[in-house]
């Protein structure tokens, strides 16, 4: 439907509003389950009253006494005292944020239940703004701890606690699970688990409470990594239910050709991945497969001779990566491997002239073209196939679900999806992979093929910088290849992230290629510039100059980061290194070390350096292995971060930390499997209690 013809929406009288947000929803909180399951910070102890002599400096307190006399004092600020006493002692309370009439409250005589954290002042304990109300000789005490919630501005403490209560009374808290699988794991009961989280009894250890180690915690924890589990299994129960097209292997056929044509021999994990995905994709089920492996390790052979077989079959493999110059790079790569074999090879780009476009376009809708290779083109709505058998999409974390399954769909004609091969060079730790692609088949190529030389990662300070240019240029004058990368393009873009608040300029591409080109001079030709913002066919040009030695250093922003393969190069230098995160830095290293010669990576960095940033270069230092780096970025950013939320998932992970509980997600994985077997009920009550319907990123 053309905008035009859309019905037109009522406009809104003047000043409207949307409907103001309660406090729950401006804290995410919906149905009376979120409620439930906002666990507390902390807790205070207010089960008891402790006498003013007994108060210790730093550890908060409730007392109950009496007010002796408030006064005000304006002396530097104004403040109001009021002096307190109980049996044992005295006490001082002083307030520098009141209202006028609050003197009022606190009349001589009245009898007051305090809490608040004593310091000692110049005439005994004082407290700073005391948590205050008016109490009664036989004021019942609170049986249990008192919870203290995550809380946003303007959200109460008390409100909250309320709606919570109100909550866990409406709430049904039946148990799902059977009684021998809590008794196996030592786990409560959800309702008992729940209870004692908001209102634990007096004796409960605390520390165990606040480090999230007590039973009750486990319990909540193992939950939440049961409900993903169970939708992970089913989503692969599910998809085991869809057709693919069996894809025989021929004797002598393409993938042997292709075999026999490369100039190198497969590695022995290259090898296994091939024979894991060959086995997948000979079933009628469609393959959901995560080809894992560093940078460099080969992954994109093992995707040609994937394709040779889909092709093989008469069907057709279309490649889609999340950049030109990556595509363009796979299609180079597979067109030289396949086209003398025979294959026809089309390419979709982003900026691409109409008529080749719809030259392009026919060829996939005619079958003609059996490997189409691309970016996000590949997935446009005009793109058609004959028939799609496989779809690989390489860097799959930098494409959401939605474009992945968009990717699937295009292949959906006879009632065959076609199988599916994502490719990473971002190694996902294991329990990661776990929990978060627990759904996936996961291949991994662990060593890159053999004759790599492992790459000196060396860390200067920015002040080093001359230093390290002259270095630079020597070795560029003798024959190497070099890249240096710079965080941003133009000065403009630092204004706001730079200099105005404090932070040191950062140097920029187009500063930077200037200034290289002043320091090789006569040479000054050699040095090249390649940023994101540039045409795709300036960007293909420069990349074929650097490729052919025309071009010696070449000045890029991250736009080098994914894929680029010039086995030449062999220095890289990385300005702003703190600035980029480790799986960044990884990948924009892995660039160089392709070829035989050994390769230098600078890390330049300025202060100041943050403790993460400085651990994160030490690590770059100390290894080479993307698979401990990964591990390491695990622990020092956490999930969530590591993945991206947008396509991990974890954004349902609000309770167990896959950094302390990987015992609980194993655990959980083996649960779910039983639970879906023998008490399937059970499973889908568990999966409607901790997700609702918000399971779609499940189905990619
Ligand atoms: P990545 O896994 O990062 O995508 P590539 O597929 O780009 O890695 O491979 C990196 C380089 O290694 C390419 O030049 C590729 O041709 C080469 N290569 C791949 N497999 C082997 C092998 N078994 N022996 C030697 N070189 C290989
Ligand atoms: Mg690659």
């Not at 439907?1 to 103001?20: D, L, N, T, V, Y």
């Not at 402790?50 to 007392?63: D, K, Y």
């Not at 922003?557 to 062999?570: C, F, L, Q, R």
Request: hydrophobic share 45%.
């Amino acid at each position: 439907m053309s905008a035009a013809a859309a019905p037109r929406k009522r406009a809104a009288p003047q000043g409207e509003q949307p409907p103001p947000k309660s406090p729950g929803e401006r804290l995410g909180l919906r149905g009376d389950w979120d409620y439930a399951l906002h666990l507390p910070l902390h807790y205070v102890d207010e089960t008891r009253i402790t006498p003013i002599a007994e108060l210790r400096e730093g550890r908060v307190a409730v007392v109950q006494a009496r007010v002796l006399q408030a006064e005000l004092m304006a002396a530097r600020r104004r403040v109001l005292r009021v002096q307190v006493e109980d049996d044992s002692g005295r006490l001082e309370l002083r307030f520098f944020h009141f209202y006028p009439g609050w003197q009022r409250n606190y009349a001589p005589g009245r009898l007051l239940r305090i809490r608040g954290e004593p310091r000692r002042g110049l005439f005994g304990f004082e407290i700073v703004h005391p948590v205050c109300r008016q109490a009664s000789a036989q004021d019942p005490l609170p049986q249990s701890l008192t919870p203290v919630y995550p809380a946003g501005a303007g959200i109460g403490q008390a409100w909250l606690r309320k709606a919570i209560a109100a909550a866990l009374r409406r709430l049904d808290m039946r148990e799902w699970l059977p009684a021998q699988l809590l008794g196996q794991l030592g786990l409560p009961s959800i309702s008992h688990a729940l209870q004692l989280l908001h209102a634990p009894p007096p004796q409960v250890s605390l520390e165990q409470l606040e480090q999230r180690r007590h039973p009750a915690w486990r319990r909540i924890k193992f939950d939440e990594l049961l409900a993903q589990q169970l939708a992970q299994q089913t989503a692969r129960a599910r998809r085991a239910e869809q057709l693919a097209w069996p894809l025989v292997q021929q004797r002598g056929g393409l993938a042997t050709r292709l075999l026999q044509a490369l100039p190198f021999q497969l590695t022995a994990d290259q090898q296994a991945c091939v024979a894991e995905i060959a086995a997948d994709l000979r079933r009628e089920q469609p393959m959901h497969r995560l080809l894992q492996g560093d940078v460099g390790s080969g992954k994109t052979v093992v995707a040609a001779l994937a394709a040779a077989q889909a092709i093989d079959n008469g069907l057709q493999c279309a490649l889609m990566a999340p950049t030109d110059i990556l595509a363009a790079q796979h299609l180079r790569r597979l067109a030289e491997w396949l086209e003398p074999l025979g294959v026809g090879v089309a390419w979709l780009g982003g900026a691409q002239r109409k008529r080749e476009r719809d030259q392009a376009l026919a060829r996939a809708a005619s079958g003609e073209a059996a490997l189409v290779v691309g970016t996000h083109a590949v997935i446009q709505d005009k793109v058609q196939f004959a028939r799609l058998g496989l779809a690989v999409v390489d860097e799959q974390h930098r494409f959401g679900v939605a474009q992945r399954l968009s990717l699937r769909a295009k292949g959906a004609g006879e009632q065959r999806q076609p199988h599916l091969l994502m490719m990473t060079a971002t190694p996902i730790p294991r329990t990661l992979a776990m929990a978060v692609f627990g759904d996936l088949d996961i291949s991994t190529i662990a060593h890159a093929p053999p004759g790599r030389q492992p790459v000196r990662t060396r860390v200067f300070s920015e002040q080093r910088r001359d230093e390290v240019m002259r270095r630079v240029r020597e070795l560029v004058l003798a024959g190497r290849q070099a890249y240096w990368v710079c965080p941003l393009i133009e000065p403009s873009e630092s204004s706001e992230s730079g200099a105005a608040n404090g932070q040191p300029e950062l140097r920029d591409a187009l500063a930077t290629h200037a200034e290289l080109q002043a320091l090789l001079g006569e040479q000054a030709q050699w040095v090249g510039l390649l940023h994101g913002r540039m045409p795709p066919a300036d960007k293909a040009r420069v990349m074929a100059d650097f490729a052919a030695s025309r071009l010696r250093l070449l000045v890029a922003t991250t736009v080098i980061e994914v894929g680029v393969d010039v086995p030449a190069a062999s220095l890289m230098v990385i300005e702003h290194a703190e600035r980029f995160g480790l799986a960044q830095l990884h990948q924009l290293r892995g660039r160089v070390g392709r070829g035989s010669e050994a390769a230098q990576c600078l890390l330049l960095f300025s202060e100041p350096l943050s403790e993460t940033a400085r651990a994160r270069l030490r690590a770059l230092h100390e290894t080479g292995d993307g698979f401990v780096l990964a591990q390491k970025d695990l622990e020092l950013r956490g999930p969530g971060e590591l993945l991206g939320q947008r396509q991990s998932g974890l954004q349902g992970l609000r309770h167990a930390d896959l950094r302390e509980d990987e015992d609980l997600l194993e655990l959980a994985r083996d649960a779910a499997a039983r639970l879906l077997r023998e008490h399937p009920q059970a499973a889908r009550e568990h999966l409607r209690r901790w997700l609702g319907g918000g399971t779609d990123w499940l189905a990619a």
